[in-house]
């Protein structure tokens, strides 16, 4: 029974780093209109050291951004980011 217990907690904890070794993050953005503004936004994320990989994709507005394992990046530094290059942020997805 104590086994059973421990193997289980091993399990839970095991899945939970996977789960925040894998963080997406995607946002939509208002104020691009050509696909210069996505490579803006991108030189923009690349520069921070919690992001793994950017992705932006004109035509729906939105970016998908990966975290780097055991990083974060809040709501107001995404603003922040976007806004550096001229963007605004409409709204995040976690
Ligand atoms: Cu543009």
């Known amino acids: 029974m ?11 904890f095991l899945f939970s780093i ?5 963080s997406n993050i995607t946002f939509l953005i208002k104020g691009m209109h050509c696909q210069k503004c996505t490579q ?3 030189a ?6 919690a992001i793994e ?3 932006v ?3 729906t507005r939105t970016a998908d951004v990966q975290l780097k394992a055991n990083k974060t990046l809040s709501d107001a530094e995404i603003k922040t980011l976007l806004e550096k290059v ?3 942020l409409e709204s995040i997805q976690r």
């Not at 996977?18 to 894998?22: H, L, V």
């Not at 923009?44 to 050291?49: A, K, V, W, Y």
């Open 2 to 12: 104590k086994l059973k217990t421990l193997l289980l907690s091993m399990m839970l």
């Open 18 to 22: 996977a789960a925040f070794a894998k």
């Open 40 to 42: 803006n936004i991108r």
């Open 44 to 49: 923009s994320f690349q520069n921070n050291d």
């Open 53 to 55: 990989t950017i992705s």
């Open 57 to 59: 994709n004109f035509e």
């Open 86 to 88: 001229g963007y605004e």
